[in-house]
């Protein structure tokens, strides 16, 4: 299985901050790459796909990029709804697998 | 507006069978994926298998000897069985829709709210 590593597991920051993710893949998954969040008691919500795209209703103040193994999402301007967990997931191989997660406080 | 609602027993035994069932409304199951994923308290994501409205299914290797997913488009539901449960199969387990887009990509658009199992005596 492709493993998903994000870092930091958590960060703290200060609302109107541009904070950044990174999630690196264990093999090349090319831009196969989604973004969720999830606040807390809630499911995750979709964000990004193919590394960068973003999926309708969401702010453009997500931004995903990368490719390969190394990608990230950056929240521009954060905003108190922002305060989340977010996932990445590859969708290169089966079985999809998840990053363990970021949680941003 | 697409609503997945997962039912379930809440409660398992260890070694029986867990079974649970995902309603869909405001969707059409055919062109979709329909996917179970599972999320141990304050752990992270395992996506456990999909089914399509056809009953062609995937499943996750490292559960596969334990799960069966089936599909009833005439209901729009589809159920995940998980076979001789533990402690360890205790968790929130979500139902979820993948929408396909250009190039082979898909992503899980909607998700219900989840259920809670917990496994125990």
């Known amino acids: 299985d492709i493993q998903m590593t994000q870092s930091p597991s958590s960060l703290s920051a200060s609302l109107g901050e541009r904070v950044t993710i990174t999630c690196r893949a264990s093999?090349?998954?090319?831009?196969?790459l989604n973004w969720y969040q999830q606040r807390p008691g809630k499911p995750p919500k979709f964000l990004i796909y193919a590394a960068s795209s973003l999926q309708e209703g969401v702010p453009s103040r997500f931004i995903g990029g990368g490719s390969g193994t190394d990608f990230n999402l950056t929240i521009d301007n954060l905003q108190p709804e922002d305060l989340a967990t977010y996932y990445c997931q590859q969708t290169h191989n089966s079985p999809t697998t998840f990053g363990h997660g970021t949680k941003v406080e | 507006q697409v609503l997945l609602q997962e039912s379930g027993p809440g409660l398992v035994k260890p070694s029986e069978t867990l079974s649970l069932t995902c309603s869909v409304s405001?969707?059409?199951?055919?062109?979709?994926?329909w996917s179970w994923i599972r999320q141990p308290a304050g752990m992270g994501l395992e996506w456990i298998g999909r089914?399509?409205?056809?009953?062609?299914?995937n499943y996750n290797p490292s559960l596969k000897s334990r799960i069966s997913m089936s599909v009833d488009p005439s209901k729009k539901q589809f159920s995940l069985h998980v076979r001789s449960v533990a402690a360890a199969d205790t968790a929130v387990y979500y139902c979820a829709r993948a929408i396909s887009f250009s190039y082979s990509y898909y992503a899980l658009d909607v998700w219900g709210q989840g259920t809670t199992i917990t496994v125990s005596s």
């Open positions: 093999q090349s998954i090319n831009n196969y």
């Open positions: 089914i399509d409205d056809s009953g062609t299914t």
């Open positions: 405001g969707s059409s199951m055919r062109r979709y994926y």
